[in-house]
C-alpha cells in the first residue's frame, strides 16, 4: 500500500537512496533535511569523492527520470522544534524514517565543541520528534537507524541478540525470575553514546504513549550505488573518504585506488558488521513493511549481514589491487581484539537476500574510486581524531 512518508535526513548518504527507493515503489516521499552534512564539508574543508548536486537538482532530476515527485523541506528538526511541529502536523505523514543525525564518531570526538553539537543535535533531534508525535497523537510508524555500536562489540560466548536479552534474575526468596531487558548499552564514542540515549527515549516513548518504533541497529555500510542512484550520473549518492566521515571499507577502496597504503589502526583486529548500501535501503522498507503494534514494545532489528575483522579487509583488498597496507597507531579507545557474532534472521526471514563482499562489489567500487580519484584531497585521508588527549599525544609523538 502507497504511503505518505518523511524521510528526516533525506539528504545523506543512507537517506538519499531510500529515498529514491521508497519513490520508485509509489510512495510519497518528503525529505526534511537541515542539509548540516553539507555545511560539515565546508567546515572540515572535505568533499564528498562522487560530485554531489543540490538537493532541489537531484529531486529535479529524479522527477524528470521517473515521473515521481520527492519533495524537500529545509527544517533542522533539532533546533527548530515549532516549525518542525507544524510541518508534521500540515502532513501528518504515514511513516517517519529517521536517519537525521551526525553519524560521525570521529567527527563527535574531534572538541568539546563537537561533542556539544552531536549530543544537542541528536538527542533534540530524536526527543523533539517523539514530543511532536506525542502532542499531534500522530500515529506514524517510526523508523530510526541506530547502530550495531550500542551494544559495544564483544560477543561474551552468545551472538548478540535483536535488541533485547533474556535474563533470569534471583529474587531474595531464591526463586529465578526470567525478564527482557534492553542489551547492555556499552558505547564507544559520544556520537554511539547518543545513540544508546535515543534508545531509552524509544523506550520511553512506547511505553508511556504507545508510539509504533522500529530500532534498526545497523553496522557500517558500504558501497555507493543502487538500482535507482545508477539511473542518472546526477542521482549519485554521497561517498565520504575523509578522516572523520569515511567508513574503513568505503576508505580502503578509494585508498586503493589512489595507491595511499591502507590506514589500518593498531593490529586491525576490530570485528565489526558491515552491510552493503543496497541492502540497507531494502531492510528499511522491509521494516516499514512490518510495523509494530500499539502497545508493543520497541521492535529492533539488527542491520547487518556479515562481520569481518579490520585487517583481513584490508589483506584482501591489498591482494585485489597491489596497494600496501600500513599499520598505524590507533587515535581511537577500543578493543584491539575482539569476536563479533550477531543475530539477524528477522531481516533474512523476511526475506533479505544479503550482497557480499564476495560477490564482485567491491571492484565495482574501486571503479567508482578510480573514475573519481581526481577529487581525492590526499591530506584529508589521515583519521587524525584522538578519543583522549593522552592518544593525542601517542599519535602525535608517533605519526
Ligand atoms: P549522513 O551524515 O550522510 O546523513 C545524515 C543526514 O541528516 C544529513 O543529510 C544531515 O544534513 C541530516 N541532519 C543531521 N542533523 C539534522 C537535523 N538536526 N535536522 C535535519 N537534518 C539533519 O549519514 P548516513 O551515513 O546517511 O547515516 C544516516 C543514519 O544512519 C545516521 O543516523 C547514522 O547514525 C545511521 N547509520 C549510518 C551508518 C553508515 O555506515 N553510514 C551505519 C550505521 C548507522
Ligand atoms: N578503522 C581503521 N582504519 C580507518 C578507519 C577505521 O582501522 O581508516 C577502524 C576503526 O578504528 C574501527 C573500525 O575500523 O575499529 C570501524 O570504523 P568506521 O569509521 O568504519 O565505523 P564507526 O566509527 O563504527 O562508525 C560507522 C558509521 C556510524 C555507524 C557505525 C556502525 O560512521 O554512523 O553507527 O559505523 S557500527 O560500527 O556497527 O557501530
Redesign the pocket.
Known amino acids: 500500500m502507497a504511503m505518505k512518508i518523511a524521510v528526516l535526513g533525506g539528504d545523506g548518504f543512507v537517506g538519499w537512496p531510500t529515498s529514491l527507493h521508497l519513490s520508485d515503489k509509489g510512495h510519497e516521499v518528503h525529505i526534511v533535511d537541515n542539509l548540516s552534512r553539507r555545511w560539515i564539508d565546508a567546515e572540515l574543508g572535505v568533499q564528498s569523492l562522487t560530485p554531489m548536486d543540490s538537493i532541489q537538482e537531484r529531486t529535479r532530476i529524479w522527477k524528470e527520470e521517473t515521473g515521481n515527485t520527492i519533495r524537500f523541506h529545509l527544517i533542522d528538526i533539532a533546533k527548530d522544534y515549532e516549525v518542525f511541529k507544524a510541518w508534521l502536523d500540515g502532513e501528518r505523514p504515514d511513516a517517519i524514517i529517521h536517519f537525521a543525525?551526525q553519524?560521525?564518531?570521529?567527527y563527535s570526538m574531534k572538541s568539546d565543541q563537537h561533542k556539544n553539537y552531536t549530543v544537542n543535535n541528536n538527542v533534540s533531534a530524536t526527543h523533539h520528534l517523539l514530543n511532536a508525535m506525542v502532542e499531534l497523537d500522530l500515529d506514524a510508524h517510526l523508523v530510526h537507524?541506530?547502530?550495531?555500536?550500542?551494544?559495544g562489540?564483544s560477543t561474551v560466548g552468545a551472538a548478540i541478540p535483536e535488541g533485547y536479552l533474556p535474563v533470569g534474575i534471583e529474587t531474595m526468596s531464591g526463586d529465578t525470575v526470567r525478564q527482557e531487558i534492553l542489551y547492555p548499552a556499552n558505547p564507544?564514542?559520544i556520537?554511539?553514546m547518543t545513540?544508546c540515549l535515543d534508545q531509552l527515549l524509544f523506550q520511553f516513548y512506547a511505553k508511556n504513549d504507545a508510539l509504533r518504533i522500529t530500532d534498526l541497529?545497523?553496522?557500517?555500510?558500504w558501497g555507493t550505488h543502487t538500482d535507482q542512484t545508477r539511473r542518472h550520473a546526477q542521482l549519485i549518492n554521497r561517498f565520504d573518504y575523509d578522516?572523520d566521515?569515511?567508513?574503513?571499507?568505503?576508505?580502503?577502496l578509494i585508498?586503493a585506488a589512489i595507491d595511499y597504503p591502507?590506514?589500518?589502526?593498531?593490529t586491525?583486529g576490530?570485528t565489526?558488521?558491515?552491510i552493503h548500501i543496497q541492502d540497507s535501503v531494502r531492510c528499511v522498507e522491509l521494516a516499514l513493511q512490518n510495523p509494530p503494534s500499539r502497545g508493543d514494545k520497541v521492535k529492533v532489528f539488527n542491520q547487518?549481514t556479515e562481520t569481518h575483522r579490520?585487517?583481513d579487509l584490508?589483506e584482501m583488498i591489498s591482494k585485489m589491487t597491489g596497494v600496501r597496507v600500513a599499520y598505524?597507531p590507533?587515535?581511537?579507545k577500543?578493543a584491539a581484539e575482539n569476536d563479533l557474532v550477531v543475530e539477524n534472521k528477522q531481516f533474512l526471514e523476511l526475506g533479505l537476500n544479503p550482497t557480499t563482499l564476495e560477490e564482485g562489489l567491491l571492484s565495482e567500487v574501486v571503479d567508482v574510486a578510480k573514475k573519481f580519484a581526481y577529487r581525492v584531497d590526499r591530506s584529508r585521508?589521515p583519521?587524525v581524531s584522538a578519543w583522549t588527549k593522552e592518544i593525542a599525544a601517542d599519535v602525535e609523538r608517533d605519526p
Not at 537507524?145 to 551494544?151: A, D, F, I, K, Q
Not at 566521515?245 to 580502503?252: C, E, I, K, P, S
Not at 591502507?262 to 593498531?266: A, I, P, R
Open positions: 543525525e553519524r560521525a564518531a570521529p537507524l541506530g547502530t550495531m555500536g550500542v551494544y562489540y564507544g564514542s556520537y554511539h545513540k541497529h545497523q553496522g557500517i555500510v578522516g566521515y569515511g567508513t574503513v571499507l568505503n576508505r580502503f585508498q591502507l590506514t589500518v589502526h593498531g586491525g576490530q565489526r558488521a558491515f547487518m579490520v585487517r584490508a598505524l590507533n587515535p581511537r577500543e585521508v583519521a
